[in-house]
């Protein structure tokens, strides 16, 4: 890349952030019903531009194809007339919820008679930074409109052409509104120096998100002057305590890995109580392998089924967003509880289990954004939490933790009443 080129984008991601702070402005002050009529609009837009959405999304499909994109990235980056339904739902279930501006958290009277009060407000801009999924276009300038927040989306050059197509109908949404379309933005060029320009914007960021793999989410890191909100690899875990019901156990483990392979929420590993693993895992392990998994194990799960690959240390670390599952046997609950400690990425971790004391221990010793009892992995989403969609599941413990919904992108100020008040 020349200078001269540097210097094109420099400025043109200041002028697009220039844009979006005076809009997020104005989106900050607009009424909880226009924004959601806003949301409304888009969805319905949606709807009425789908052929031309899928039809932008089979030639990003084409293109990934061609690129050689995994069969894991490749379904993530996949629409069909199902999942773009479930995106303009989706919008509407964002409109649907509260709005979360100007909730007074707390209030309070001192005894000088001065009113304190903590009320929501925005974050400001928020920068959001993703791969493959092009849905996380409707998701996240959704969530950041309902949140009163002006949205830069930066996505990447595998969903392109679908981004974009959702993008319009955001900006159809907006029109409808009468809201001005910089509140949601996308830069014009994909070149990955936008992204660098992104991290230093401090005068028109306020926090950015990153959404993908280990690269991005290392470059935000390295190179970020701005707040982030980060979303790091999802390894999963499974744990199979000794009083698991075996129907239960067969149900959450397919589901939490093979539903679908390619999403944070897919479980990586499984953990096996030691005591009910030839029991339970022959019929399991014949559930995966038959849909499909390449299952890796320790040696006492490959002496119960001769198909299963050994296991390697790097395999409890690894994120595979694919057909593939680690499992070993642990002696007990608080064995489990330390094998996730040493290998989590504090995303998501189930225990299955009828005895609600080993429940509790795991719910309350794993430091994970989410934790869960009897239930799949992959209800790590928040739709399914009920906030209309997420931008990410954080897996850091400043600011948002666990599902980042509309609620999440907001904070708070101290608004103080009084009445000619001066301090002694």
């Known amino acids: 890349m020349t200078s001269t080129d540097s210097q094109d984008i420099a400025r043109l991601m200041d002028d697009l952030g220039r844009r979006a702070r005076a809009a997020a402005g104005e989106i900050a002050l607009a009424p909880g019903p226009v924004r959601d009529q806003a949301l409304r609009a888009a969805a319905q837009a949606i709807r009425a531009n789908a052929e031309t959405i899928l039809a932008a999304n089979a030639q990003d499909m084409a293109a990934g194809e061609a690129k050689g994109l995994s069969a894991a990235l490749l379904d993530r980056l996949l629409l069909n007339p199902a999942r773009l339904e479930s995106v303009a739902k989706g919008l509407e279930e964002i409109a649907d919820r509260p709005d979360p501006l100007g909730a007074v958290l ?138 698991a019901d075996p129907e239960k156990a067969r149900r959450v483990v397919l589901n939490a890995k093979m539903r679908r392979t390619g999403i944070c929420g897919a479980a990586e590993t499984l953990l096996v109580h030691q005591d009910v693993a030839a029991n339970l895992l022959p019929a399991i392990l014949d559930d995966l392998i038959k849909a499909g998994c390449e299952v890796r194990g320790d040696a006492g799960v490959q002496a119960l089924d001769a198909r299963v690959l050994p296991a390697t240390e790097e395999d409890w670390d690894t994120e595979y967003l694919d057909a593939i599952l680690s499992v070993k046997l642990v002696a007990d609950v608080d064995a489990a509880i330390a094998h996730i400690a040493r290998h989590s990425s504090h995303h998501t971790d189930s225990i299955i289990t009828e005895n609600a004391d080993a429940a509790e221990r795991f719910l309350a010793r794993v430091d994970s954004g989410i934790v869960l009892h009897n239930a799949s992995t992959q209800f790590a989403d928040g739709g399914e939490f009920g906030f209309g969609a997420e931008i990410g599941i954080s897996t850091g413990k400043l600011h948002a933790r666990g599902p980042v919904g509309a609620e999440q992108l907001t904070s708070y100020k101290y608004v103080v009443r009084g009445d000619g008040h001066t301090r002694p």
Not at 111 to 133: D, Q, W, Y
Not at 148 to 156: C, Q
Not at 229 to 235: A, C, E, Q, T
Request: hydrophobic residues 40%.
């Open 106 to 243: 707390e209030e309070w009277t001192r005894p000088n008679g001065l009113r304190f009060s903590k009320v929501r407000v925005p974050l400001g801009v928020i920068a959001i930074i993703f791969e493959s999924r092009p849905n996380v276009t409707a998701d996240a300038g959704a969530l950041c409109l309902k949140s009163g927040n002006a949205a830069i989306l930066r996505g990447g050059s595998e969903s392109i052409r679908s981004a974009r197509a959702i993008l319009a109908c955001l900006h159809q949404g907006l029109d409808a509104a009468g809201l001005p379309r910089d509140a949601i933005q996308m830069p014009t060029t994909t070149d990955r120096a936008a992204v660098g320009e992104l991290l230093t914007m401090t005068r028109w960021v306020d926090v950015v998100i990153p959404r993908g793999g280990k690269s991005l989410t290392g470059r935000v890191a390295a190179e970020s002057r701005v707040p982030v909100i980060y979303h790091l690899d999802g390894i999963c875990h499974v744990y199979l305590d000794k009083d």
